[in-house]
């Protein structure tokens, strides 16, 4: 009885322990979760570790045995796995194996993926205006998965669009998904804020899902209006008087104001980008139409004022005259001439108040302002004033800086050949201004082609300008002659041509043709037999011609280079193929004839044909002739003569 308790007693010590050994074994996970949710590019550690095992070991494995994608980092009773940066490849069951001794524990957790790295981006079709549609697009870039997307709008505190992405993904990637919404802003919308909230739901449970939102201002375009000028003193001024306008514009975002003269022709002369333009001094030319314009991003408005100013009594002349076209690289002297004015006072300046660029010397009533040497720096409206007391009158001259230094350069692509194309090029060089000028291209009396430069210059600088033209010349074109002229229209000139011309006399070459051969006295001959072959071939320049004989294996052997090619005395190998060439720089004509020596016959006794035809008509002849003699006797003697009668007595 003791030794069975005994028995009993010790198989439950022996279970004692195997079950406090058991527990006191286990393995941890941190994170202490079974599912994380990694960001990719982001680093990620999930830390293995465990408790009661002195020297444990560790392995990690996929649940479908895929690779770790990670780095295992293993250190006492703690192992790591590293993943850095985190990609789809992570995405994975990760199980940790512990094993102590004979013992082995198993822990795993879930690593789901996700990209949510960047705040959505808002993006307007064109500048917002009042009433007009825009179409504002929200983006959000590189988001995974997106079927857990959902994307909304606002504008102000009001909802314009929500938008969910459930349809699947058919791979995994990083895709970027956008929302739009076109609407017509109004006034109330001017200072909202449009905000474009993106949420991405990656969370099972009831864990607030990942936000990002962008917001941006709503700045609502309205175009220019009401448009206001006001001047002080008065639109009617007299000369030397100064003259305050004032424009203002209504927009948003605030129009720019723009001052501009209205000129004779229609066109706008800049002025000022200020919204109060200031004359001074003002002179009887100053009258005129001033436009102010409100301009901003979508549009334009503008309004006119008439200003009257009128002359004073004393005069000022400005040579030599309103408007001066001048060379560029010359001297030009502007003067300023004075009457009815004992003491007056000089000053000069551009209308735009530019530097100068020349010097000024006044004496008595005149005043001069050397511009040298000329330049497109100097293409200005200058302004004389001159004060007579407490009088001020001004006189302006337009300075119109030209080039037209040299005549047109003719150029061919390439020398003149008959039947092929050629470029003929006419440039006009170190011209200005090119939108005035016009070049024409003539052969002989016809005009070729034509061009006028009417597009805008938009940079003041010499430019070399051309006209190109592509015909096919002919034999007929040579000792035509090719014209260019050009001619730059500025009545202003009165020193310089206001055209210039260049000529080139046209010479066309014409390949080698109609090469022909004469041979006398034939092509064939008996041995011994002499012969001339003449060769001839038309071309511009004269063709060379250069006989060859043609060699059995094709290639020509070079014989002559005269016209006339003679054997004097010929023998069987002469026999051949004969090549006449006729060469030119432009091209090469050919003509070939076969020349047939043959060997002398011997000496043989034999009737040819018509030896045979004579002797046959001597015998046939002779009879017939006796036997008239004979009939034409018998006649004489009966004194008549009868055919049938003669035939009887035959």
């Known amino acids: 009885m003791l030794r069975k308790m005994f028995v009993i007693f010790g198989v439950s010590d022996i279970l004692w322990m195997v079950f406090a050994v058991s527990q006191a074994f286990k393995v941890d996970m941190f994170p202490n979760e079974y599912k994380i949710f990694a960001q990719i590019g982001d680093s990620v550690s999930l830390t293995c570790s465990a408790t009661g095992c002195e020297s444990p070991s560790f392995s990690w494995r996929t649940q479908i045995d895929s690779p770790l994608n990670g780095k295992v980092k293993n250190e006492g009773t703690t192992s790591m796995l590293i993943m850095d940066p985190v ?11 512990v094993t102590c001794k004979d013992m082995k524990r198993e822990k795993a957790i879930r690593v789901e993926i996700y990209s949510f790295s960047k705040d959505p981006e808002i993006r307007l079709s064109s500048p917002p205006e009042v009433g007009k549609p825009v179409t ?16 909304e709008l606002l504008k102000g505190n009001r909802s314009m669009k929500v938008q969910e992405f459930l349809e699947p993904s058919e791979k995994k990637a990083q895709e970027t998904k956008s929302l739009e919404v ?16 993106a949420t991405l739901h990656i969370y099972d449970d009831d864990s607030p899902p990942k936000e990002r ?21 008065s639109t009617r001024l007299q000369e030397g008087d100064s003259v305050t306008m004032t424009c203002t514009s209504a927009g948003l975002p605030a129009p720019r104001i723009l001052w501009s003269k ?44 008439k200003l009257i100013v009128q002359e004073k009594n004393f005069t000022v002349e400005i040579s030599p005259g309103p408007q001066i076209a001048a060379q560029i690289g010359h001297s030009v002297v502007l003067t300023c001439d004075v009457r009815d004015c004992e003491s007056p006072s000089f000053s000069w300046r551009t209308q735009i108040d530019s530097p100068l660029n020349g010097k000024v010397r006044s004496e008595g009533s005149k005043s001069t302002l050397t511009l040298s040497p000329v330049s497109v720096e100097n293409e200005h409206f200058y302004l004389c004033t001159v004060m007579c007391g407490q009088k001020k009158l001004e006189k302006r001259i337009q300075v119109k800086p030209y080039s037209f230094p040299s005549d047109p350069e003719i150029e061919m692509s390439g020398p003149l050949v008959s039947g092929n194309p050629v ?35 938009s940079k003041k600088a010499l430019e070399t300008k051309s006209l190109e033209k592509t015909f096919i010349p002919t034999a007929e074109d040579t000792g035509n002659v090719l014209v ?50 003449t060769c001839s071939s038309n071309g ?57 020596i043959q060997g002398r016959e011997s000496n043989k006794d034999y009737f040819s044909p018509e030896l045979l035809v004579l002797y046959c008509a001597f015998f046939l002849i002779i009879p017939a002739i006796g036997m008239i003699i004979y009939f034409a006797r018998k006649a004489n003697m009966t004194g008549s003569y009868s055919l049938v009668e003669a035939q009887k007595v035959c």
């Not at 000022?272 to 003002?282: K, P, Q, R, V």
Request: proline share 6%.
């Open 484 to 533: 260019c002229l050009a001619r730059l229209p500025i009545d202003e000139m009165e020193f310089e041509p206001k055209q210039r011309q260049s000529t080139q006399t046209l010479y066309v070459n014409v390949a080698p043709r109609d090469t022909t051969i004469s041979v006398s006295p034939s092509s064939i001959l008996e041995e011994g037999s002499s012969v001339n072959m």
């Open 540 to 596: 511009l320049p004269a063709p060379k011609i250069l006989w060859s004989r043609q060699l059995s294996n094709g290639d020509l052997q070079p014989i002559s280079e005269n016209e006339t090619l003679t054997f004097m005395s010929t023998k069987m190998e002469d026999s051949g193929i004969y090549v006449c060439e006729g060469i030119n720089q432009v091209g090469i004509s050919r003509k070939e004839v076969k020349l047939i």
């Open 213 to 233: 939102k962008t917001t941006k201002e709503l700045e609502v375009y309205i175009s220019p209006k009401d448009t206001a000028v006001s001047v002080n003193p």
């Open 87 to 97: 990609s789809f490849g992570n995405e994975h069951q990760y199980l940790c194996t």
């Open 136 to 151: 504002v697009t929200c983006s959000v870039p590189d988001v995974y998965p997106f079927e857990r997307l959902e994307i």
């Open 182 to 197: 076109t609407f017509s802003p109004t006034d109330e919308d001017i200072g909202k804020a449009l905000v474009c909230q």
């Open 262 to 305: 209205k000129l004779d022709n229609g066109n706008l002369q800049l002025l000022s980008e200020n919204a109060t333009l200031t004359l001074i001094s003002m002179r009887a030319d100053d009258s005129g139409i001033y436009v102010c314009e409100g301009d901003n991003p979508v549009g334009k408005d503008r309004k006119e004022v």
């Open 423 to 457: 470029t003929v090029s006419c440039k006009v060089p170190n011209v200005y201004p090119f939108d005035r000028l016009e070049i024409e291209l003539f052969k002989g009396e016809s005009i070729m082609m034509n061009k006028i430069f009417l597009e805008d210059a």
